[in-house]
């Protein structure tokens, strides 16, 4: 997924429960923040949060998921697995929130290329729900989160075990925090078997919503038939539901809107079940006149 170069509603909250206990340590909680009823279909874009062309608030409603990209931390396996918000200024929380009301729901994007973590032990995953729930808190509410904190190939062998234990106890500790309808997403690589045995852990554990591949910033997403297969990979791993799949709008670095068009028309005939699709991104998709998102949707 990419990032930036440089960094610089009033939503039906979820009842409260008790955070799952851990036989080590236990995140704190903070006030749930989150509403019902995420989309059975979704099309979501991914909104740059440090590209002030367009506000959130600028995403047209075709689109049902925005994606707020992204929490980061100082880079890829460094820190203590926290993560901040360093674009309060860029989007406010009450542009998040505006939309918020206005039917979208808001995803927070934690991770993006270069910015990784392989949770190995407890004391780092608290450290990533605690300072999760500090970020909702901040912003004001959001309706899931989205991981993308494993890319370039840092999650293998050696550690695949202890990171798949590690996200599902995190994804339990948000949903013990702020309900069960919290949606717990993530983009992996297509093609990496490790990627695909995490996701099938978190599916496993019951913590997973979907599971969106992204077809963008690599070769071969364009070949015909290249990305309807890969989705039949997918859905026989994780089923139809909790699938998604991640696409490009206007993006130089992605499968054109006539790819997408032919691709997602044999996916839904061969999977009607299927989740749905996001675009990269929601900038490029405005420069673009949202021909992209105004297509796609009307064939969700």
């Not at 505006?98 to 990784?116: H, S």
């Not at 989705?231 to 089923?239: D, E, K, Q, S």
Request: proline share 4%; aromatic share 10%; net charge negative.
């Amino acid at each position: 997924m990419t990032t930036a170069s440089t960094s610089t509603d009033a939503a039906t909250s979820a009842t409260q429960a008790t955070p799952q206990t851990s036989t080590t340590q236990q995140a704190t909680t903070s006030t749930p923040a989150t509403a019902s009823g995420f989309p059975a279909k979704v099309l979501a874009c991914y909104f740059t949060a440090w590209d002030t062309a367009y506000r959130i608030t600028d995403v047209p409603t075709d689109f049902n998921v925005i994606y707020l990209f992204n929490a980061q931390n100082s880079g890829t396996n460094t820190g203590d697995g926290s993560w901040t918000w360093p674009f309060a200024s860029n989007v406010t929380a009450a542009q998040i929130q505006q939309v918020r009301q206005r039917g979208q729901k808001v995803i927070l994007t934690v991770g993006g290329a270069g910015l990784g973590f392989v949770y190995t032990n407890r004391t780092q995953s608290t450290n990533c729900v605690n300072s999760i729930q500090s970020i909702i808190s901040q912003i004001g509410g959001v309706d899931g989160v989205d991981f993308n904190n494993y890319e370039a190939g840092i999650v293998n062998a050696g550690n695949l075990s202890a990171m798949s234990t590690e996200m599902v106890w995190i994804a339990q500790q948000l949903r013990a925090t702020y309900g069960s309808s919290f949606a717990i997403t993530s983009p992996p690589s297509p093609n990496d078997t490790y990627q695909q045995s995490l996701m099938a852990a978190m599916k496993n554990a019951g913590v997973l919503t979907y599971a969106a591949p992204q077809f963008y910033d690599w070769s071969g997403f364009n070949a015909v038939g290249y990305i309807a297969n890969a989705i039949n990979t997918w859905v026989a791993l994780l089923g139809e539901a909790s699938v998604a799949v991640g696409l490009s709008a206007n993006y130089s670095n992605g499968p054109a809107l006539s790819d997408c068009t032919r691709e997602w028309s044999a996916i839904k005939a061969a999977h009607p079940g299927i989740r749905g699709m996001f675009c990269w991104s929601a900038q490029t998709n405005l420069q673009g006149s949202n021909t992209w998102g105004s297509t796609m949707g009307g064939s969700l």
